[in-house]
């Protein structure tokens, strides 16, 4: 069945530091791909997403190439903010346009002034 | 409302009672999910609806979950005989065609079985 891997956590980076948080999955067919993040005290929200090979999907900074040859979807940041700080999780949609998603276990990111 | 709403936000029991958890989705949403999030685990999905409709239960763990939607909007989780090892965060999310796929969430409900 379909699963999400994602890297073990937690992460603590400095202000300004490069992140990337790691997530492959398996999957039939050719699933979307996608990052949710959860910051304190708040419901889960999407950050980016992919729906086929070689997209790239971007926001707030942070973006993720869909490598269908690693079956990767790696979430990279070039400078993290304080603001940052939330627990990122990694899913894939495998089935129709309102299927489930399937979750990674997510991983908790602390940003330091 | 302008989001997904759940009731209540925590809910504290004991082992062998029955439990409702209820979900508001955001206005003319057709697809509503719910989930189940243990402490350091990622969101596991539980049932989806499509409109009054389960589209999808597998991932409801035993008979003794079941979930409703009758009139295509609110839904209501249910565990009877509830056991220590449902207390998680249940998360609740809607969405819609026009949404592209991305899925709203609540901030879920906190039960805590004795």
């Known amino acids: 069945g379909d699963s999400v891997t994602q890297m073990e956590g937690p992460v603590t980076l400095s202000e300004e530091a490069f992140l990337t948080i790691n997530c492959t999955y398996t999957?039939?067919?050719?699933?979307?791909l996608f990052w949710y993040v959860q910051y304190p005290g708040e419901g889960l929200q999407l950050l980016l997403k992919?729906?086929?090979?070689?997209d790239k999907g971007s926001n707030k900074g942070f973006e993720a190439t869909y490598r269908k040859e690693t079956t990767s979807f790696h979430l990279e940041k070039g400078s993290v903010q304080v603001s940052d700080s939330a627990v990122y999780f990694c899913?894939?949609?495998?089935?129709?346009?309102?299927?489930?998603?399937?979750f990674g276990k997510g991983i908790t990111l602390s940003v330091r002034p | 409302g302008a989001g997904v709403s759940q009731t209540p936000s925590n809910k504290v029991t004991e082992k062998g009672k029955y439990v409702e958890l209820r979900c508001d989705p955001i206005?003319?949403?057709?697809?509503l999910y719910w989930y189940r999030q243990s402490l350091g685990q990622g969101p596991e999905f539980l049932i989806y609806f499509q409109g009054t409709g389960a589209a999808d239960d597998s991932g409801l763990p035993n008979d003794r979950f079941f979930a409703v939607r009758p009139e295509g909007s609110v839904s209501t989780l249910k565990i009877q005989r509830t056991e220590r090892g449902d207390s998680a965060v249940y998360l609740c999310?809607?969405?819609?065609?026009?949404?592209?796929?991305?899925?709203?969430f609540g901030e879920g409900s906190r039960l805590t079985v004795l």
């Open positions: 992919a729906t086929k090979a070689d």
């Open positions: 206005s003319g949403h057709t697809a």
């Open positions: 899913a894939l949609r495998s089935g129709g346009a309102n299927s489930k998603l399937t």
């Open positions: 999957a039939t067919g050719y699933p979307s």
């Open positions: 999310a809607s969405s819609n065609e026009l949404a592209n796929g991305e899925l709203f």
